[in-house]
């Protein structure tokens, strides 16, 4: 009796094995394998033990009381240079269960990737963060918006750019190839560019020049620049964006797979929604913004000029198939909030002129001269939405940023992307099983952007942690009342951190910058 009494003493006052011990749950770890009962163990960041763990102690139990336990989200599609410095917890990704998010995308990242990360590291961050080096970024700051090609001086110098960024620990290239100045680029410049991150192992993540009528030869080109570069390519946002060719999805998957079967890793990421959001200058011919403002201004004082550009604008829209502007809502316009939330075709009435598509050009040319906007475009169909869903190598990515909340009418996939795959492809749909789109969150993304020791539930892993009600979690966010959060995702763990207890947001700061080192990212 006495000894059995000192034995359960000695339990009692013995240090506890773990920091954080999550029970009962259902865990999903990132494969795309079938749940199975866990218990979960942390210790330092990490996970230290999986399995039932009957007498195990830790300093803070989570009994997750069947819920699902999985590797946090990780988003290799987002935008939030300029945003998650003024929320540097990156509420809006926590509460959709991201834990890790990859930017720089589209060509677009911060000039000064090591300045950068210790701004944000001073700041102390609620998610890992990653970046890519941009094309855009680069090519600006060595040519400015020049409509020409390259010089072999200009090309070395961006090359040195490229180089410098991902010492600095970016993870890969972007293009927004769409955009300026990058549109304005040949695919040779491209290939060499990416060729500088490739000696690093970085991936390349493309916005490709076309999404519609064009979109095969822009998956060809994608594709070359990773076979020529020798480097993996991620294509971003996949969609067909052209009313008139809904259904082509069918084609450009299966040209990403030939690419595959040819050698090249080709993966390709999605939002699950039908409206896309960019700029308001991508309804413009790419020639006409060169140079600028001041030089759009210009061009838009000749007659003969305006007149092209008028024209050009016309002839995309019919080749889009969209009848007018109004498939395009403002999101964002410094000049005037009251717009925001209204198509183009509603605020060409609100400026008293009839909303022709003549007028509607000249609503454009006003927003463009006074600042420009940020959009939101109805573009996409269900059809091939649910098939480049239902594709085995599309990872989901919201495209999204960190949102001021209740700044401006954004896109409602900063805040609900993961839990709208999960509500409505998942739960009510069945395109997708639940351990599948876990893994398109997760490992999948993980193995692109080598984040060896994130993406998955095993021993030795980061202890990014998402635990969630599948019967429960749901996005609530739409385009008229974007501001609203998800819900269902009852405890975010990064590294060891709680983040989201209860479905509520903590005070701490649990997020690491992910430096690109050797073939692996590191915090």
Same mark, same amino acid.
């Given at each position: ?34 749940? $199975? ?35 946090? $989200? ?24 991201? /834990? ?132 993996? *390519? ?159 190598? #599309? ?8 949102? *001021? ?27 997708? #099983? ?54 269902? $995702? ?15 947001? /903590? ?17």
């Amino acid at each position: 009796m006495r000894v059995a009494l000192l034995f359960l003493l000695a339990a009692l006052s013995a240090p506890a094995q773990y920091d954080i011990l999550i029970r009962n749950a259902r865990v999903i770890d990132g494969t795309g394998n079938p749940w $199975f009962h866990s218990s979960i163990a942390i210790r330092e960041g990490r996970i230290a033990a999986i399995g039932r763990l009957e007498g195990a102690t830790a300093k803070r139990v989570i009994d997750a009381g069947g819920r699902v336990a999985a590797p946090g $989200f990780i988003d290799v599609h987002t935008h939030v240079e300029g945003a998650i410095e003024k929320v540097p917890r990156a509420d809006n990704f926590l509460l959709d269960g991201v /834990t890790t998010i990859v930017t720089g995308n589209c060509g677009g990242s911060a000039q000064n990737v090591a300045a950068w990360f210790q701004r944000l590291e001073e700041l102390g961050v609620g998610v890992n963060v990653a970046t890519l080096i941009g094309h855009n970024t680069v090519r600006r700051q060595v040519m400015g918006t020049e409509n020409r090609h390259a010089t072999p001086e200009e090309l070395a110098r961006m090359k040195e750019l490229v180089h410098a960024a991902m010492q600095q620990g970016a993870v890969g290239f972007s293009t927004g190839l769409i955009y300026i100045p990058g549109a304005y680029a040949p695919t040779e410049e491209v290939v060499e560019l990416a060729k500088s991150a490739a000696v690093y192992d970085g991936v390349y993540a493309s916005h490709m020049r076309d999404e519609g009528a064009q979109i095969l030869d822009a998956i060809h080109e994608a594709a070359r620049v990773g076979e020529q570069a020798g480097m993996p *390519v991620q294509i971003s946002h996949f969609k067909i964006d052209t009313p008139r060719i809904w259904g082509f999805s069918e084609k450009s998957i299966a040209l990403v797979e030939e690419y595959r079967r040819r050698g090249v890793d080709v993966v390709v990421d999605q939002y699950p929604y039908d409206h896309a959001s960019t700029n308001l200058g991508i309804t413009l011919p790419a020639w006409a913004l060169a140079g600028g403002t001041d030089a759009l201004r210009e061009r838009l004082s000749n007659p003969e000029t305006r007149s092209r550009i008028v024209a050009e604008m016309q002839q995309r829209l019919k080749d889009l198939g969209h009848p007018d502007f109004s498939y395009a809502t403002v999101a964002y316009f410094e000049k005037d909030h009251s717009w925001e939330g209204r198509n183009i075709a509603e605020i060409t009435r609100l400026r008293g002129l009839e909303p022709t598509i003549a007028n509607q050009i000249e609503t454009i040319f006003h927003i463009l001269l006074n600042g420009g906007a940020q959009m939101i475009y109805h573009s996409m169909g269900d059809v091939d939405i649910e098939r480049i869903l239902r594709y085995p190598n #599309t990872a989901i990515a919201s495209d999204g940023g960190v949102r *001021v909340f209740g700044e401006g009418m954004p896109h409602p996939r900063s805040y609900g992307t993961n839990a709208r795959v999960l509500a409505e492809y998942v739960r009510r749909r069945g395109i997708l #099983t639940l351990e599948d789109a876990i893994r398109r969150m997760t490992s999948l993304p993980a193995r692109t952007f080598r984040f060896r020791d994130r993406g998955l539930l095993r021993e030795g892993f980061a202890a990014d942690i998402v635990v969630f009600d599948p019967a429960r979690v749901q996005d609530k966010a739409t385009y008229t009342r974007p501001h609203q959060y998800s819900e269902g $995702f009852d405890y975010v763990l990064v590294n060891g951190v709680v983040m989201v207890e209860e479905g509520r947001l /903590t005070d701490a700061r649990g997020g690491r910058i992910l430096r690109h080192r050797s073939g692996t990212v590191q915090p």
